[in-house]
T-cell receptor, first 109, second 116 residues
Framework: GQNIDQPTEMTATEGAIVQINCTYQ??????LFWYQQHAGEAPTFLSY??LDGLEEKGRFSSFLSRSKGYSYLLLKELQMKDSASYLC??????????WGAGTKLIIKP | GAVVSQHPSWVICKSGTSVKIECRSL??????MFWYRQFPKQSLMLMAT?????????EQGVEKDKFLINHASLTLSTLTVTSAHPEDSSFYIC????????????FGDGTRLSIL
């Protein structure tokens, strides 16, 4: 079966750095997405990784290791507005998008 | 770029009413659109995948006669919840994907549906 694992909830302090991990076992791999979803709102696209390595986009970075079936989203200089759920999603060999359950990130002052 | 508009944002109606939700890609052509449902504090649940000009593919457990999907053009897909009941109350979200199967899905703002 296809499976994506990410922690259910994480807590971090404003101004700090947090890393949200995602591991996956899927039938094939055609890329991995990270989305941010604030409570009561639709998800917004953050990043896409298809090759190994780190992609940096402002305060957010996403890393991928295909051999390990592993990705992480790194958030720096945390702000209160970063409190949200972060969804990891993998494109499998049939180009179906497999969603993780999401990680709820709580930022404390 | 990659803006998806979903309308309406909120619907409150009586049981037995049919409700139509529109999803438009404003600045790109979406060969594929997706419809999701999300209950409070739960994960996104894919309901169906809609390809322009063809019938939608429904996920297991989703009644295609209850949730009618039409994707008549490259920029518009509609979801009609027929004879809605209180258990259909949920947050419905559409997304659209540009040409290319590994392109990201861009989401509309969602429709909060409340059936009384």
């Amino acid at each position: 079966g296809q499976n994506i694992d990410q922690p259910t909830e994480m807590t971090a302090t404003e101004g700090a750095i947090v890393q949200i991990n995602c591991t996956y076992q899927t039938s094939g791999f055609n890329g991995l997405f990270w989305y941010q979803q604030h409570a009561g709102e639709a998800p917004t696209f953050l990043s896409y990784n298809v090759l190994d390595g780190l992609e940096e986009k402002g305060r957010f970075s996403s890393f991928l290791s295909r051999s390990k079936g592993y990705s992480y989203l790194l958030l720096k200089e945390l702000q209160m507005k970063d409190s949200a759920s972060y969804l990891c999603a993998v494109v499998d060999s049939n180009y179906q998008l497999i969603w993780g359950a999401g990680t709820k990130l709580i930022i404390k002052p | 770029g990659a803006v998806v508009s979903q309308h309406p944002s909120w619907v409150i109606c009586k049981s037995g009413t049919s409700v139509k939700i529109e999803c438009r890609s404003l600045d790109f052509q979406a060969t594929t659109m997706f419809w999701y449902r999300q209950f409070p504090k739960q994960s996104l649940m894919l309901m169906a995948t809609s390809n322009e000009g063809s019938k939608a593919t429904y996920e297991q457990g989703v009644e295609k006669d209850k949730f009618l999907i039409n994707h008549a053009s490259l920029t518009l897909s509609t979801l009609t919840v027929t004879s809605a009941h209180p258990e259909d109350s949920s947050f419905y979200i559409c997304s659209a994907r540009d040409r290319g199967e590994a392109q990201p899905q861009h989401f509309g703002d969602g429709t909060r549906l409340s059936i009384l």
